[in-house]
């Protein structure tokens, strides 16, 4: 799998670069690999709430996650996309040992740095600096381990929804360190993001 991701990120580093004026524009598309944490919601009644009761009818989890996120422009200053991942984490709750996570999603950001730079006519590095708003939603698939001799693992489709907030430094033309904070699909997420234009 190293070999892969490497052979993918090989000819951006060493690749001829153009300086494009700006970290972002209609044209821009990019993609990302990150680390950090979410937040995912287990749909569905757990195998604990049949023996235990209503108190256990959900789960939901934050978790460690390796995530991958691409966006494409629409717009001077919109880009949709998707994210995936995986992650898991120990369990919080007795009768829990962890939980393995498969999320799905689309995003939708809104690049308000690009805008005000353009706005003001002042040079704010809008060439180096991205900042920017969005939304997520989607689904995927999770599953629950249990430390019960009584209970099986289970599997249960996810859940998550939220906005989030985050920055794009680009120390060369195309690529760039990421950080993002928010609900949802991103609680934390920190990583290296690449210009594909």
């Known amino acids: 799998m190293k070999k892969y991701?490497?052979?993918?990120?090989v000819p951006f580093l060493f690749g001829e670069q153009q300086a494009s004026g700006q970290a972002w524009s209609r044209d821009t598309k990019v993609i990302s690999l990150g680390l950090g944490a979410g937040n995912y919601y287990h749909v569905g009644q757990t195998r604990r709430a049949v023996l235990f009761g209503p108190r256990y009818r959900s789960y939901s989890s934050v978790t460690g996650q390796f995530t991958?996120?691409?966006?494409?422009g629409i717009h001077d200053y919109v880009g949709i996309g998707f994210n995936?991942?995986?992650g898991g984490?120990?369990?919080?709750?007795s009768g829990y040992s962890g939980s393995l996570n498969v999320p799905v999603g689309v995003l939708a950001n809104f690049h308000f740095y690009q805008l005000i730079a353009?706005?003001?006519?002042?040079?704010?590095?809008?060439d180096v600096l991205d900042v920017f708003a969005g939304v997520s939603v989607g689904s995927g698939i999770g599953v629950i381990f249990y430390d019960s001799n009584v209970l099986a693992d289970q599997i249960l489709p996810l859940a998550f929804g939220g906005i989030h907030a985050g920055c794009r430094w680009y120390f060369k033309d195309n690529i760039a360190l990421s950080g993002q904070v928010g609900?949802?699909?991103s609680l934390i997420d920190v990583g290296i993001l690449f210009k594909l234009n």
């Open 5 to 9: 991701l490497l052979l993918l990120i």
């Open 68 to 72: 991958v996120e691409g966006e494409f």
């Open 89 to 93: 984490g120990l369990g919080r709750f």
């Open 84 to 86: 995936t991942g995986i």
């Open 183 to 185: 609900f949802g699909k």
């Open 118 to 126: 353009d706005k003001t006519g002042k040079d704010l590095h809008q």
